[in-house]
């Protein structure tokens, strides 16, 4: 049995403190678009948002949880950080860092042809730009 697909992306869910400030770091600075709100019931509600073919899900509960272990690949097991792919990933760095966003790792070529930078969301789980040379 292999998995059979009906969508060619994943979607993700990010539970936020502050929906507001989510919403502004990924609708506003990094220009995802917006879908809708949907409320999930016990109070919690969820802003869809569309990351070419992902989507990405903002979810506000009712009551904050604990916070988890913050930090990127090296500080906990678990999902660290999400990849976009992205052909102005030093653009993209100082967009986020004008508007307030903490660089975790500045706009660095890994090996020849192969840019990164990862920054923080509002709730500081990291979001990394790569640029792949060869992929125009």
């Known amino acids: 049995m292999t998995l059979h697909l009906t969508k060619r992306a994943i979607d993700l869910g990010i539970?936020?403190?502050d929906v507001e400030r989510s919403l502004h770091f990924y609708r506003d600075v990094l220009g995802f678009?917006?879908?809708?709100?949907t409320p999930?019931?016990?109070g919690a509600t969820m802003?869809?948002?569309?990351?070419?073919?992902?989507?990405i899900k903002l979810v506000k509960l009712a009551t904050n949880p604990p916070d988890g272990?913050?930090?990127g690949?090296?500080?906990?097991?678990?999902?660290?950080?999400f990849t976009i792919n992205c052909a102005n990933v030093?653009?993209?760095?100082?967009?986020?860092?004008?508007?307030?966003?903490?660089?975790?790792?500045?706009?660095t070529e890994l090996r020849p042809g192969v840019t990164i930078c990862m920054v923080e969301d509002p709730d500081g789980n990291w979001v990394e730009f790569v640029h792949y040379a060869d992929a125009g």
């Open 15 to 17: 539970v936020v403190t």
């Open 33 to 37: 678009d917006f879908v809708a709100e």
């Open 40 to 42: 999930m019931g016990g």
């Open 47 to 55: 802003q869809r948002l569309m990351c070419g073919d992902s989507m």
């Open 69 to 71: 272990v913050p930090g």
């Open 73 to 81: 690949y090296s500080q906990a097991t678990g999902l660290r950080y």
């Open 90 to 107: 030093a653009e993209m760095a100082a967009v986020c860092e004008r508007a307030g966003a903490t660089i975790a790792v500045p706009p």
